[in-house]
Every structure is written in structure tokens, then in C-alpha cells.
């Protein structure tokens, strides 16, 4: 998408976001069954013209390679957080396996400890045949696998390493961002990483899962761009809206967010691309941004250690 992207057949290309494939962030578009990719390479300009209304983008049926279009064409909030109806959410199976409504699919899944920022570290399970996907969509500044078994068997090792205190299950996007800016060294976040590992395989005896206790901790910062911290200032867009455009030239994307660097030397745009999702695209080369609800964020200063002298 992009520059580049294709016109709009009839209906549209609807926007699915951006997610992570074999190692490399991919924004992808959808025109009924058709659907549209192109990896979101650093240091290529991008716009698109937002056209509503916002709709769902369908749902991930059981056993389907492929995500169903929603059957209504529901319409969805234009700033909200949900990019699916609550038909389509009642059937996504990605929805139903996050809320325990899966109880077996036969696969084999890892326990994962990954790492935010200071006094972040998660704890979670993927399915083993996505890899590293869903660590590179969530965003963990680094991560290492645990351990490796059934859905049932990795689920109980998930909630007994949660409930010891040693790591969450969840965190906001927020608190996320806000560790952007400092997140120590490598060597830090290895030693975390593998110190909680242990904590969690003491836990973890007599589980029926394969511990893993070698696996290497995977460090993301350099990829995310974000050795250097994120931009001293930016702006976060909130939300969009019906023929609002969306422009700038990519930094390296950071889980399913980007990173726009605008003209003239203004403040770079941060877009979580679910916001993007369910909005129909049409390319706008040459045009600014513009018709965003922008809130600034800046660095936060260093705290003043000097003693007073008086």
C-alpha cells in the first residue's frame, strides 16, 4: 500500500492493519476475498485518504488460511478500539483461544517471557507453528521461549507464572510507549529475561510441558529502531475520521505501530494501525496529514540528582 498501492476497485481496499510475517511487518488491505500486502519498509513515503464508514474487517474461522469477510459489511466506531462487529468477535478464533473458550485445538504452543521496559516482563503463550510473530506484534523490546507443550498444559504453566507475581498477562499500549524512551542495554535485558526463566522452570516443576531451558533471549531494539530510544518529541494520533489522510515517510515499525517522520522538520506521527483498520484507502501521494486528533508526547527529563547547596 502506499504510494504505490492499487486503486480502489469497486467497494474499496479495506484496511486489516499491519502484521508481522516471517520477521518482516507487513500492512495489508482487502477488497471482498482480494487481498493486498506490501512490507513496511523504513524510509518509504506513504499517504492515504481515509474514507468511511469504518467497517468490520471480518473474522478468523477455525481451520480457514484465509480471514472471512463479514457477512453484514457491519459498520464499527469510527476512534473505537474494536475492528470487528460482535458477530464477527463471537466466531474469530483467535478471540475465542484469548478468552479460554478453547479449551484443545491439537496444536503444540510455547510459554514466552518477553520484556517491555523496566518492571514490564509478560508472560504468554503463542502456537508454535506462527514463530516469532506474535512477540514481533506485540512489540517486546526481547523475549525467549520457556517452555513447549499442549494448549491445556501451556495454558496452566501461563496462569501459575502469572499468579506467582513473576510476570503479567497483560499490559497497556501505554505502558508500553512510555518505556520507548529508555530501556537500559542488552546485557540488562538478557539477564532479566534469563533470571525469570529460571524463577518460572522452579514454578513450573512437575507441569506436563517441556522446559526449555537454553533458548536464547531474541533482543528487538535495534530492529524496532529503537536503540537510540524513540524521538525525543512525536505526535500520538488518537483518532481518525472520515476523510482524514495519513502521510509520512516510514521508520522502522515498532509491533503494529508506525512511525511517520513529517516534513519540515515537524515532530514524527505515531499510528497504532488498528486504528487504521476498517477504513477504506485510496492513495494520496503529496499530501499532507491532516484531520488527526494528535496528543504530543515528549521524553520525560531526567531526574535532577545534583544535591542541593544549601
Given at each position: ?6 486503486r480502489?476497485?469497486?467497494?474499496g ?6 502484521h508481522?510475517q516471517?520477521g518482516?511487518?507487513?500492512?495489508s ?6 487481498r493486498?500486502e ?10 492515504w485518504?481515509l474514507?468511511?464508514?469504518r ?15 463479514c ?6 466506531e ?5 475492528v470487528?462487529?460482535p458477530?464477527c468477535?463471537s ?8 478468552r479460554?473458550?478453547?479449551?484443545d ?5 510455547r ?5 517491555f521496559g ?6 504468554g503463550?503463542?502456537a508454535?507453528?506462527r514463530g ?6 506485540q512489540?517486546a523490546?526481547?523475549?525467549t ?14 496462569l501459575?507464572?502469572?499468579?506467582s507475581?513473576?510476570?503479567r ?7 508500553k ?10 546485557a540488562?535485558?538478557r ?11 522452579r ?8 522446559l ?13 529502531g529503537l ?5 525525543a518529541?512525536?505526535?500520538q ?6 476523510g482524514?489522510?495519513v ?13 511517520l517522520?513529517?516534513p519540515e ?5 505515531l ?8 477504513w477504506?484507502?485510496?492513495p ?13 508526547r ?6 535532577d ?6
Amino acid at each position: 500500500m502506499g504510494v504505490n498501492a492499487p486503486r480502489a476497485a469497486a467497494g474499496g481496499w479495506i484496511s486489516t492493519g499491519l502484521h508481522w510475517q516471517d520477521g518482516r511487518p507487513v500492512l495489508s488491505a482487502v477488497n471482498g476475498r482480494r487481498r493486498h500486502e506490501r512490507v513496511a519498509e523504513p524510509g518509504v513515503p506513504v499517504g492515504w485518504l481515509l474514507t468511511g464508514p469504518r467497517r468490520c474487517t471480518g473474522a478468523w474461522l477455525a481451520g480457514a488460511t484465509e480471514r472471512t469477510p463479514c457477512p453484514h459489511h457491519a459498520v464499527i466506531e469510527p476512534d473505537g478500539g474494536a475492528v470487528q462487529c460482535p458477530a464477527c468477535q463471537s466466531v474469530d478464533r483467535g478471540l475465542a483461544l484469548a478468552r479460554d473458550q478453547i479449551l484443545d485445538d491439537g496444536r503444540t504452543y510455547r510459554l514466552y517471557l518477553a520484556w517491555f521496559g523496566e518492571g514490564l516482563l509478560k508472560v504468554g503463550l503463542t502456537a508454535e507453528q506462527r514463530g516469532t510473530n506474535r512477540l514481533l506484534e506485540q512489540g517486546a523490546l526481547a523475549w525467549t521461549f520457556a517452555a513447549r507443550g499442549s494448549l491445556p498444559a501451556v495454558r496452566r504453566a501461563e496462569l501459575t507464572v502469572a499468579a506467582s507475581g513473576l510476570a503479567r498477562e497483560r499490559f497497556t499500549g501505554k505502558a508500553k510507549t512510555e518505556h520507548w524512551w529508555r530501556h537500559g542495554d542488552a546485557a540488562h535485558r538478557r539477564t532479566v529475561l534469563t533470571d525469570a526463566r529460571e524463577r518460572a522452570h522452579r514454578l513450573l516443576d512437575g507441569h506436563a510441558v517441556e522446559l526449555l531451558p537454553g533458548h536464547p533471549v531474541t533482543d528487538h531494539v535495534a530492529l524496532y529502531g529503537l536503540a537510540d530510544g524513540a524521538p525525543a518529541a512525536y505526535g500520538q494520533i488518537d483518532a481518525l475520521a472520515d476523510g482524514a489522510v495519513v502521510a509520512g515517510t516510514l521508520r522502522p515499525p515498532i509491533g503494529r505501530y508506525l512511525l511517520l517522520d513529517q516534513p519540515e522538520d515537524a515532530d514524527p506521527l505515531l499510528l497504532d494501525t488498528r486504528l487504521l483498520t476498517g477504513w477504506t484507502l485510496t492513495p494520496a501521494p503529496g499530501r499532507a496529514a491532516s484531520g488527526l486528533t494528535v496528543r504530543p508526547r515528549l521524553r520525560p527529563q531526567e531526574a535532577d540528582t545534583q544535591e542541593a547547596l544549601f
